[in-house]
Nanobody, 121 residues
């Protein structure tokens, strides 16, 4: 069994900051890419940021320069530092990991349960 557990969401004023954390646990051999997605009410889930095992990153245009993704491979963890938050960043944020559970096995996608981020005055 594999679990992704997120933390760090909450209510913040426009211009404020939040840091999301996600830790993967369970039967894990290796983790390829990890990322953060978000889904606002009435909208499709979208990629916010992703990072490979080697540290290469990519970001949605809407968050470039404001959000930073990082990971700690030793702890199977990924983080999202969110600065200069805007009301349009309000959404449920989901952690995602593409991982292999055993040597020679296939990689599969796993999702966290989501954490709410609300940006409002």
């Amino acid at each position: 069994q594999v679990q992704l557990v997120e933390s760090g969401g909450g209510l913040v004023q426009p211009g404020g900051s939040l840091r999301l954390s996600c830790a993967a646990s369970g039967s894990i051999f290796s983790i390829n890419a990890m990322g953060w997605y978000r889904q606002a009410p009435g909208k499709q889930r979208e990629l916010v940021a992703a990072i490979t095992s080697g540290g290469s990153t990519n970001y949605a245009d809407s968050v470039k320069g404001r959000f930073t993704i990082s990971r700690d491979n030793a702890w199977n963890a990924v983080y999202l530092q969110m600065n200069s938050l805007k009301p349009e960043d309000t959404a449920v944020y989901y952690c995602n990991a593409d991982l292999v559970r055993s040597y020679g096995g296939n990689s599969y996608n796993y999702w966290g349960q989501g954490t709410q981020v609300t940006v409002s005055s």
